[in-house]
């Protein structure tokens, strides 16, 4: 089983930085052998996928996060992060990570961590 634990949300005025971690640990589990993926989910929305790295490296970001959002990892430390600049207020969510659904099944969801931007 993978386990994923999120870190480094906050509240921000609108146009700062945030910069997420996704610690994720597992007995055989290597950050760099799956396509992982960013998510968030705003009160009364679904949960979407804003960004994702193949294990190629290769990236993917939604339209509304393109350009602002940067997805990296570490291999050595099995983590993923998601670097934000230039919030906006459409940001507030809470933000997981977990397996880019369009590869394969979803492990089980970490906490999440709250981000909340002010305008």
């Known amino acids: 089983q993978v386990q994923l634990v999120e870190s480094g949300g906050g509240s921000v005025q609108a146009g700062g930085s945030l910069r997420l971690s996704c610690a994720a640990s597992?007995?055989?589990?290597?950050?760099?052998?799956?396509?992982m993926g960013w998510y968030r989910q705003a009160p009364g929305n679904q949960r979407e996928l804003v960004a994702s790295?193949?294990?190629?490296?290769?990236?993917y970001y939604a339209d509304s996060v393109k350009g602002r959002f940067t997805i990296s990892r570490d291999n050595a430390k099995n983590t993923l992060y998601l670097e934000m600049n230039s919030l906006k207020s459409e940001d507030t969510a809470v933000y997981y990570c977990?397996?880019?659904?369009?590869?394969?099944?979803?492990?089980?969801w970490g906490q999440g961590t709250q981000v909340t931007v002010s305008s």
């Open positions: 977990n397996r880019d659904r369009r590869w394969g099944p979803l492990w089980l």
């Open positions: 790295i193949r294990t190629g490296g290769s990236t």
């Open positions: 597992g007995s055989t589990f290597r950050i760099d052998a799956n396509p």
